[in-house]
């Protein structure tokens, strides 16, 4: 039986310009997250 994941918010990364969502880990600072990736962040 697959887990369904419910509809999690997601935003676009200004750097590459893809859709990502939601992780568990950025679950307490979802608001202050811009990039995707490490790399992303690191190549502003």
Do not use: G
Request: glycine share 0%; with cysteine; net charge positive.
């Amino acid at each position: 039986m697959a887990h369904k994941k419910q509809h999690l918010p997601t935003k676009i990364c200004p750097i590459c310009k893809k859709p990502f969502t939601w992780r568990k880990k950025w679950e307490r600072d979802w608001e202050n997250v811009t990039y995707c990736s490490e790399r992303c962040r690191k190549n502003k």
